[in-house]
């Protein structure tokens, strides 16, 4: 059984941790309140004063560095590229298969992003993003996530599904059963 006591004195704890500025009147006004923790604020009162530097302690150099280092962790979020197939209509996903010279099933294959973006040749990759009408760049950004899990939950299962692995580009059209020679001239199309 918990001791109710203690969870009083964690938040009284937490309530004194939580003030705008922990200066001797604040200490005074809680030692008053509850001089049966006097201690344990006492305490808390001196690791808060050591642990945590005045604002006026850090330095501009100081400053100028935790700036630096918010301006490169932003920058290392991945670019947020928007779906280039939500929009996509069965005709046109037809006609974009037909100009590519490929199956429809490859281009289902680039939309649940079955296909890993370093084995589709510069070319293709282009021409393809081109039919989409998005860069090269940003078709391949949007591919580089790993793909999502077909289904979300699995009721008769005795395992959770996981995502499929990416494919190469290569592989993707022998399973769609493209000829040798169309796969060359697919494979061939560099910039």
């Known amino acids: 059984m918990t001791d109710p006591n203690a969870s009083r004195l964690e938040d009284v704890l937490d309530a004194f941790a939580m003030e705008e500025t922990h200066a001797k009147a604040t200490l005074d006004s809680y030692l008053t309140a509850y001089p049966q923790y006097a201690g344990e604020l006492i305490d808390l009162s001196r690791e808060l004063m050591h642990a945590l530097p005045a ?41 974009i298969a037909v100009e590519m010279g490929i199956p429809r099933q490859v281009v289902t294959s680039f939309r649940e992003r079955r296909i890993q973006p370093a084995s589709v040749p510069r070319g293709f990759l282009r021409r393809f993003a081109g039919a989409l009408s998005i ?51 697919l494979l061939a199309d560099v910039d």
């Open 55 to 95: 604002k006026d302690e850090l330095s501009g150099a100081d400053l100028a560095m935790i700036d630096a280092g918010w301006l490169k962790h932003a920058a290392a979020q991945p670019k947020s590229v928007a779906d280039p197939f939500a929009t996509l209509s069965p005709t046109r996903s037809r006609e």
């Open 135 to 185: 860069s090269a760049d940003d078709l391949s950004a949007w591919l580089s996530p790993a793909p999502a899990a077909a289904f979300a939950r699995s009721y008769r299962s005795d395992a959770q599904p996981g995502a499929a692995a990416q494919l190469s580009f290569e592989h993707v059209l022998i399973d769609a059963g493209v000829s040798d020679d169309d796969r060359a001239r």
